[in-house]
Each structure stands twice: as structure tokens, then as C-alpha cells.
């Protein structure tokens, strides 16, 4: 008793364990490779059906794989259609039992129901071997010329894998692409297009030769958009959306590098950017088509400002999607054109704070490729605040980009070394050791900065001695300009009261107790006492009492 | 333009539909079949995005009802597109099974994979009309 294929998906949808279910499969699979040793063509159909269910779930089942070519040599469609299928799932360009199928398909392509040259073409186009695309060719070739324009469409897809394939094929095809643009069925014209667009790709020389038809694909698209409701291709209000896509990507393929095919396409290009509704997922994919094909030829200045405005556009969308697609294009054209996306900066700055974190990602980047000199200030001060609230895996990167941006678009020093210590103050664990070499190198280029310096980190480490890099440039500053702290002088924004030794000590004592010290630190810690000691010339008394309680603790080294 | 693979799971990660247009081993599509289900499922639906990144290149994902419709394109495509052409998809199975469901795909894969070949053969979208034959 054969099980029909409906029974035995319940018996595997009544399984309650993985064990139980591969117990069935196995059960079944070793009835199944009995009958088909049996070689009976009643039940073939069956248990090649069954077969390919086993195949979905992950089980092996390549022995069906001749099972698949006997039945596509039988003469009922539902036979074929399952055998194909077979085929198709089963094997592989790579696999030697492929070239058995050649012969069928040889055959079926000159079957009189279309439906049988349909599923030949179809399988072809997806597993062919080079081998294969070589013996089928002509066959194929003959079919794009057929007068039905279902077999048309087939053979069109199935050319373009030959081409893929077996590059040298194509002149084979091209006398017969000629005649594709004056398709009136969308189906046979879309997969047309395509193939037109894969040659292009493939050789230059069919690229040049294929420009002269850009006034006739203009004309296309034109004949698209004003057509009135056509209930065969809406969706959602546009008239075929694919094909239009289609023929703007081909249009963008013809256009980049040609100024006489750019400036033919000018007028439909703002003509769909203008007329299409965005106000749905459909025409937003036409308009980010458009925006991608004007951004690639060598279109009019305003036809560029029109593209940007509508990525602006997507910018405030509500939907993610949108939103995503937009900020990858943006950044794609700040190379191009980068005058023209800074209109949108205050968007993109809003986009840092988006729900999603792929959009936070993409906004992080093009938020820095927009800065500029005369805007850094007010980038820097953004995206500090933005690094205050940002996820971990952000920190580390934008801590090095905000240090690298400082130094290149520093207005003047005091701005500079300003930032440095904010950025250490806020994420100062991902800071650098270049980065607190790089202020400490600006600190001593600056002497009119040191005491300012000197001031300023000495209160934020007073105040909080986590960050450790931040810990590090105040320990090595006071360090070295101690005795500038100490007396107090200059340094009058900082707003310090530095009155004597004693609050000076204090901190220092805390320090060399407090911190996770790491030797760099403590070698530091030491050198400021040190520092300390000279310029006071007397040791107070809690002082001296640290520092013995260090030694007594073993940490310290034989620096001291 | 090329599509890798399309693949049909539900919220367990059982594979419901699976067309691969790339050749593949077979462990190898075992692997990319969690890969894709992890990645899927993890993912907050109202939130985010329909596009992840996924081994160099983009999937581009939607749930309906408790099925996520995955197709794997290049980084260079329309995802937009990309995007109606996969619902294009789920409303001819919808006018093809009359309210279509979890259940009829499943007992009905291979007819699902026939109407997927006449919609798209070798992985180019093949018909943006509604016609559906066969």
C-alpha cells in the first residue's frame, strides 16, 4: 500500500519529537527506495512528491534524483511538472545525472502545449551547466522569436542565464533583442529589459550599441506614467511599478558616462520624480529608483537638488524602511555632492535618536562625513550630547572619530583641548592611549593653555575618578605643571580657589589609594608627588602618612 | 537583479518554502537556514527596518501572520522593490488558495513552487500583472 503524500505529511505533523519525526522519515524513505527499485510508473508520481517533502525538511534524498528524470520522459503534464520540480530541487549545475536531462528538455521545448516548453525553459534557466546553455542554445534562441508571448518570456529569463554562463552565446541572442522594445505584452517586455540590461553589464561594446535606444525607453516610461487606471498591472494606484523600475535602472546603465543620453532622459526623470505618489511603499520604490539614476548619469544641476530634496523627504518618513534606504543613499552622494546634503543635517542629527539601531548606525556615519570647518562646532557639541546616551558599541568608535574630527577642523587650540577632556569625561574608558598622548602633546605646545588645562582636570577628577583615561591626562598634567596649580596662577575660568598644599595633597593621596591603578598610572601618581614635594618644600602631615600606608601595602615600585 | 534565495519559514524556523537560485551544499543551506531564522526572529518588528544585513548581502524580511517571507538580494538592488515584489507574491498565493493559510502551503508546497517559477523564473522577476495561470 503506497502512503498518499497527504497522509504522510500528517503522520509527520502528528510527530511530537524531532526523534519520532526522523523514525517516520527514515520508515518512510526506506519504502519509498523499495517501490522505486520496483520501477513501477503508477505510484512514481507519489513518492517523488514525497520524496521532495523529506528534501525540504533537510533529510538527504538524492537517491530520487533518477527517479525525477524518468518522470519528466513520461508524457502526462503533472508528471513533467513534478519531475522539473524535482530536478530543480534536487540537483545541481554540478551534478553529472544533469546532462541526462538534456535530452528531455531537447524535446520538450518543441512540444506543442506551451506550458510543457514553459516548465523546459523554466528548469533550464534555473540549473543549466555550461554544457547544457552550449547544446540548448539555438533551441532557445528560436523560442524568444515565437508568437506567443508566454514562451517569450520564459526564453527571455532563460537567456539571460545562458549569457551568464557562457559569455561568447550572446551574439547568438542579440539580432533577436533588437525587436524587444516594440513588446506590447509588459511581461515578455520586463523580462526583454532584463536581458538587455545583462548584456550591457556584460559588454561594453552592446552597452554603446544599446544607446541609441534610450529616446524609445524614454518614451516608454512616459507612455506608463500618463496612462489612465489599467486594472491588468496596478497595484496600489501606479501602473506597473516593476517595469517602471526596470526601465530606470536600464536607463541609469545607459546614461552614467553619456552626456547626450543623460540629457535625453533629463526631462522623464523629473517628470516621474514630480508625478509619483509617495504616499505608499510603491511609489516611494519608484521615487528611490529615480533618485538612484539621476545620482548616477550626468544630470542637470537642479535635476540633482530635486533627487536630494526627495531623500530629504524620506528622511522625515515614518516608516523604517524608508528612513534606512535613505540615509545609505545620502552617504553614497556626500562624495558627489556634498553641498547640497547639508539642507538636511538637522534631519540626520535627528536620526541619531531613532528607535532602530541600524538607522542610529547609518546617521552616526553620515553625521561625520558632514562635517565641515564651518560647521564643527556645532556638530562636535551634537554629537557629544549624543554620546552621552549612546549604546556601548558606539562608544569606542566615535570617541576615536570625535578626536580625529577635532584635530582636523579645530578652530583653535582652547576649543580643541576642550573637547578632548569632555570626550575623555564622558567615555573616558574608551579613550586611547594616542588620544591622552595627543593632549597632553597639545597641553605643552600651548603654555598659555596649561594652567586652564591643569585647572579644568583637576576639578573633573576631584569630582569623579572613574574614567581611567581621563585619570591619566590629569595625573600627567599635574605632573608637570604642579607648581602651576599650586600657586594658583591663571586659570581663571576654571574658577578654582587653588589655595595651598593641602587641598592639593588630598586628591593626590586619594588617587594613589583609589585607583584601579594600572603601573602607568601609579608611575605618574608617583612622579606628581614628587612633584609636590619639591614645590611645597614641606610635607604635610596627612601626606606623609599616605604615602608610608602605600609603601606598606606593597604596591608601590623601586621608583620610589 | 540576482536574487540568492527566497525562503518561507514560520516563527519555529521550520522551512516552508525554500528556492535557492545559487548552488549550494547541502549543509551548507542547512546553515544558512538557521542563520536566516536567528536573524529573523530576534529582530523587533515594530521598530526596525525589513532590511538586515546578512553575509554580504541584504535580506530583505516581512512576517505575515506567523510566516516570515525572506529573499535574499544584493546590496546593489531596490529593496523597496524588492519589497512589493515579495508581497506581489503572497497576495497570488492568497487569490490562488482563497484565504490562504499556514496549512495550505504546507500540503500544497509543490503547487506553491510552480506558481513561484511562473512569477520569477531564474531569479528575475518575471511578471509585475495579475494574471495567474496554471
Known sequence: ?560 | MPIQFILVQNRQGKTRLAKWYVPLDDHDKLAIKEDVHKTTSQRDQRQQSNFVEFRNDMLVYRRYAGLFFCVCVSLTDNFLASLEAMHLFVEVLDTFFGNVCELDLVFNFYKVKSSRDNRGACDELERGDWHFRH
Request: proline letters at 4%.
Open chain 1, 1 to 560: 500500500m503506497v502512503v498518499r503524500l497527504k497522509e504522510f505529511i500528517k503522520q509527520i505533523r502528528a510527530c511530537k519529537t524531532a526523534a519520532d519525526e526522523r523514525a517516520v522519515v527514515a520508515k518512510e524513505s526506506a519504502a519509498i527506495r523499495t517501490l522505486l527499485k520496483e520501477d513501477s510508473s503508477d505510484h512514481r508520481h507519489t513518492n517523488v512528491a514525497k520524496l521532495l517533502y523529506i528534501h525540504m525538511l533537510g533529510y538527504p534524498a538524492h537517491f530520487g534524483q533518477m527517479e525525477c528524470v524518468k518522470l519528466v520522459a513520461s508524457p502526462r503534464f503533472a508528471d513533467k511538472r513534478l519531475g522539473y520540480l524535482g530536478i530543480m530541487l534536487l540537483l545541481d549545475e554540478n551534478q553529472e545525472t544533469l546532462t541526462l536531462v538534456t535530452n528531455s528538455l531537447k524535446n520538450d521545448m518543441n512540444h506543442p502545449n506551451m506550458y510543457v516548453i514553459g516548465l523546459a525553459l523554466c528548469t533550464l534557466g534555473n540549473i543549466s551547466s555550461v554544457a547544457m546553455s552550449r547544446d540548448l542554445c539555438p533551441e532557445v534562441e528560436k523560442l524568444l522569436a515565437s508568437s506567443n508571448s508566454y514562451i517569450r518570456k520564459k526564453a527571455a529569463l532563460c537567456a539571460i542565464r545562458i549569457i551568464r554562463k557562457v559569455p561568447d552565446l550572446m551574439e547568438v541572442f542579440i539580432p533577436r533583442v533588437r525587436s524587444i522594445l516594440g513588446e506590447r505584452n509588459h511581461g515578455a517586455l520586463l523580462t526583454g529589459l532584463t536581458l538587455i540590461q545583462e548584456m550591457c553589464t556584460l559588454n561594453s561594446a552592446v552597452l554603446t550599441e544599446f544607446r541609441a535606444t534610450v529616446p524609445a525607453l524614454v518614451k516608454l516610461l512616459k507612455q506608463l506614467i500618463t496612462t489612465g487606471y489599467s486594472p491588468e498591472h496596478d497595484v496600489s494606484g501606479i501602473t506597473d511599478p516593476f517595469l517602471q523600475v526596470k526601465i530606470l535602472r536600464l536607463l541609469r546603465q545607459l546614461g552614467t558616462g553619456d552626456a547626450t543620453a543623460s540629457e535625453q532622459m533629463n526631462d522623464v526623470l523629473a517628470h516621474v520624480a514630480t508625478n509619483t505618489d509617495g504616499s505608499k511603499n510603491v511609489g516611494n520604490a519608484i521615487l528611490y529608483e529615480t533618485v538612484l539614476t539621476i545620482l548616477a548619469i550626468q544630470a542637470e544641476p537642479t535635476l540633482r537638488v530635486l533627487a536630494i530634496n526627495i531623500l530629504g523627504k524620506f528622511l522625515a518618513n515614518k516608516d523604517n524602511n524608508i528612513r534606512y534606504v535613505a540615509l545609505q543613499t545620502l552617504i553614497k552622494t556626500i562624495a558627489v555632492d556634498g553641498q547640497a546634503v547639508q539642507r538636511h543635517r538637522a534631519t540626520v542629527l535627528e536620526c541619531l535618536r531613532d528607535a532602530d539601531v541600524s538607522i542610529r548606525r547609518r546617521a552616526l556615519e553620515l553625521a561625520f562625513a558632514l562635517i565641515y570647518p564651518q560647521n564643527v562646532r556645532v556638530m562636535t557639541r551634537e554629537l557629544l550630547a549624543f554620546l552621552e546616551v549612546a549604546d556601548v558599541e558606539f562608544r569606542a568608535p566615535m570617541v576615536a572619530q570625535i578626536c580625529a574630527t577635532a584635530d582636523r577642523f579645530a578652530p583653535n587650540k582652547r576649543w580643541h583641548l576642550d573637547t578632548l577632556i569632555r570626550v575623555m569625561k564622558l567615555a573616558g574608558n574608551y579613550v586611547r592611549e594616542e588620544t591622552v598622548a595627543q593632549l597632553v602633546r597639545l597641553a605643552t605646545n600651548a603654555p598659555d593653555l596649561q594652567a586652564y588645562g591643569v585647572h579644568k582636570l583637576y576639578w573633573l577628577v576631584k569630582a569623579d575618578a572613574a574614567q581611567e583615561g581621563l585619570v591619566h591626562a590629569a595625573v600627567w598634567t599635574m605632573g608637570e605643571f604642579g607648581d602651576v596649580l599650586v600657586s594658583g596662577a591663571g586659570g581663571a575660568a576654571a574658577a578654582a580657589p587653588a589655595s595651598g598644599e593641602d587641598q592639593d595633597d588630598e586628591p593626590a593621596s586619594g588617587l594613589l589609594t583609589g585607583t584601579p591603578a594600572a603601573a602607568p598610572t601609579e608611575a605618574e601618581v608617583i612622579a606628581l608627588l614628587e612633584s609636590i614635594l619639591i614645590g611645597a618644600c614641606s610635607v604635610s602631615a596627612p601626606v606623609a602618612v599616605a604615602i608610608w600606608h602605600f609603601i606598606a601595602s606593597g604596591f608601590v615600585s623601586p621608583l620610589l
